[in-house]
């Protein structure tokens, strides 16, 4: 990675929120309703990819679009009603305060929807640590290829000066998109053998971030 990065871009699913199990619990729930054999937090590691439809066909659920678009709802409505029980990602506050401290600008850029990701970063209380919440204007959780276009823009700053941070392979295909610099976390929704596949670097401890940043 290179030296003199001006500003962060925070995944928000698995990164900075400790979500999985949480994620897998919903699935579970939804693929004994279809009579569909239940995934593992493993298997649902090793096997995670956006769109998230590819990993739902894989796992079972029926490629009909009517049902798709009733299972990611209900995902999402259940989503809403029991986030609360998951943690932060452990370090992920003095990672953020380190950065800002420092005068690192810091974004997020999500594959969730935008109204409800600023109110989990608000009930976090966390937006202090932010110049920009993105996601996205749908529940499909289908990536973020296109919003991260508009992202970069607003930054306004060089591929070299950005570094993103994602637990997903999907995070790395992003930065190569955007040709910025990337670190994937291996405690999120993609394991490490996953992730290591991506040519990455990967981190195991948030605060690796500003170790990396302000060095």
């Known amino acids: 990675m290179s030296s003199g990065i ?9 990164t900075l929120i400790n979500d999985g199990e949480l994620c897998v619990s919903i699935v579970n729930e939804l693929l004994l309703e279809l009579s ?7 298997f649902y590691r090793e096997n995670f990819q956006f769109p998230v439809r590819s990993y739902y066909e894989k796992i079972g659920f029926p490629k009909d679009n009517r049902i ?3 299972i990611s709802a209900e995902f999402i409505r259940r ?10 990602q452990p370090n992920s506050l003095k990672a953020l305060e380190s950065l800002k401290g ?10 969730s929807k935008t109204s409800d ?13 932010f110049n920009q919440v993105q996601g996205v204007s749908h529940i499909q959780a289908s990536g973020k290829t296109e919003i991260s276009r508009s992202h970069f823009k607003e930054i ?13 392979n999907h995070d790395g295909e992003i930065a190569n998109g955007l040709k910025a610099n990337c670190l994937l976390y291996t405690r999120g929704h993609n394991s490490e053998a996953v992730l290591a ?3 990455h670097p990967l981190i195991d401890d948030l605060l690796q971030v500003p170790a990396r940043v302000l060095d």
């Open 6 to 14: 001006k500003h962060v871009i925070w995944d928000w699913n698995g």
């Open 36 to 42: 569909i054999p239940s995934v593992s937090l493993e």
């Open 68 to 70: 798709h678009e009733r």
């Open 79 to 88: 989503y809403r009603e029991s986030w609360r029980s998951c943690d932060l």
């Open 102 to 111: 420092a005068g690192i600008g810091q974004s997020i850029l999500s594959a």
């Open 117 to 129: 990701l600023r109110h989990f970063v608000s009930e976090f209380g966390l937006p202090c640590y």
């Open 156 to 168: 306004n700053l060089s591929p070299s000066e950005i570094l993103l941070v994602g637990d997903t």
């Open 197 to 199: 596949r991506s040519g």
